[in-house]
C-alpha cells in the first residue's frame, strides 16, 4: 500500500512529522518524514495504544499512521472499544481525546486496510476444506464487527485460498509491479487536484468529498442516478454507504482517465460492497431494472 501511494507533499510531511517528534520517534536532525508511515500494530493493543489516550494525552497508532496507511490483521480480534472508537477518524480525519485534566485532538487521516478470516478457523466458504465452525460460532465471530464501523470501508473485497501450484510457479509474468500502479494512482490524484482548483473545492482529494462538493466534483446523470437510488434501495445501503459509493466511482473514473463517471463506475464501486451483504452483481442491477454486461 505504501509503495502505491502518492508521494507526501511538503505539508503533509510535516505534520506527520510533528506526531512523530511529540513521541521522540523523529531523528532530531529532521523536520520532515519522506515516506509515508505505514502502521500494523498487534491485535493485543490497547485502546489508547491504537486511539491514543494516556496521562498527559499521547498519540497513538492511528494518529502515527496520518497521512499513510493504518493496517489492522485479524480485525475480528482487536477490542471491541478500540474499533468502535475507529469511527471518529475513519469519519472526520482526527482523534479527540478527552481526559480529567484537558483535552487532545491529534491528526489520524489514513488509509484503514484491514484482513479478516470469514470464521474462527478460517475455511468457512474454502472449497477444497470444510468449515468446522457452527453456524453460532459464525455468527458471534462475524458480529465482532460493527454495522457502523464497516459501513465507513469502502472496500470489502473477498480473497480466496491461493493454490499450492500458484505458490509454486512464483509472481505471475503479467502482474503489475507496485511502481506500474502507482503512476496510475499519482495521475488519478493529480485529477483530483486540478479538479478541486478548477472548481474552487475545499476537498482537495475524493475521500474528503462531501456535500455540495461531491455533488459538483462528482455529478450523475438521470439514468446512473436512477441505477444508484434502485440498487441503493436493494441494499438498503445507509446515506453514508450511498455518498461514499459515489466517491469510490468518483475515483474509480479518475484511474480510467476519464471526467464523467458512467454507469461502470458505479457498478465497480457497488460490487465492493457487495461481499459484505452476500448479493452478486447481477443481482443487484436486475432489481435495479437495468440490463449490462458485466465483467468487473
Not at 502502521?39 to 499521547?58: C, D, E, K, M, Q
Not at 469511527?87 to 487532545?104: I, S, T
Request: glycine share 8%.
Amino acid at each position: 500500500m505504501p509503495g502505491i501511494l502518492p508521494p507526501l507533499t511538503s505539508d503533509e510531511a510535516r505534520e506527520t512529522a510533528v506526531v512523530y517528534s511529540a513521541l521522540g520517534l523523529l531523528d532530531p536532525r529532521q523536520d520532515r518524514l519522506h515516506v509515508r508511515p505505514f502502521r500494523a500494530p498487534h491485535h493485543t493493543v490497547s485502546y489508547a495504544g491504537l486511539i491514543g489516550g494516556g496521562n498527559p494525552p499521547r498519540p497513538g497508532e492511528a494518529s502515527l499512521a496520518h497521512n499513510g496507511v493504518l493496517f489492522l490483521d485479524e480485525l475480528p480480534e482487536f477490542h471491541r472499544g478500540a474499533l468502535e472508537a475507529l469511527r471518529q477518524p475513519l469519519e472526520a480525519g482526527y482523534v479527540a481525546v478527552a481526559r480529567v485534566n484537558g483535552a487532545a485532538v491529534f491528526p489520524a487521516r489514513l488509509q484503514f486496510v484491514a484482513a479478516a478470516n470469514p470464521c474462527p478457523c478460517g475455511h468457512l466458504g474454502d472449497p477444497r476444506r470444510a468449515c468446522r465452525c457452527s453456524s453460532a460460532a459464525v455468527e458471534r465471530y462475524q458480529s465482532r464487527l460493527s454495522g457502523p464501523l464497516l459501513d465507513r470501508i469502502d472496500l470489502h473485497v473477498h480473497v480466496g485460498p491461493v493454490r499450492p501450484a500458484d505458490l509454486a510457479a512464483g509472481r505471475a509474468t503479467d502482474a503489475e509491479t507496485s511502481a506500474t500502479v502507482r503512476e496510475r494512482v499519482v495521475a488519478a490524484r493529480d485529477r483530483q487536484l486540478a479538479r478541486a482548483e478548477r472548481l474552487g473545492l475545499h476537498a482537495r482529494t475524493n475521500a474528503r468529498l462531501a456535500g455540495d462538493e461531491l455533488a459538483a466534483a462528482a455529478p450523475l446523470d438521470v439514468d446512473s442516478r436512477k441505477f444508484l437510488t434502485r440498487t441503493a434501495e436493494r441494499l438498503a445501503l445507509t446515506a453514508r454507504a450511498y455518498h461514499r459509493v459515489i466517491r469510490v466511482a468518483r475515483t474509480v473514473a479518475d484511474l480510467d482517465g476519464v471526467e464523467d463517471i458512467d454507469l461502470r463506475h458505479l457498478c465497480e464501486a457497488l460490487s465492493y460492497r457487495l461481499p459484505e451483504r452476500g448479493v452478486a452483481t447481477s443481482e443487484v442491477i436486475e432489481a435495479a431494472g437495468m440490463r449490462m454486461v458485466w465483467t468487473g
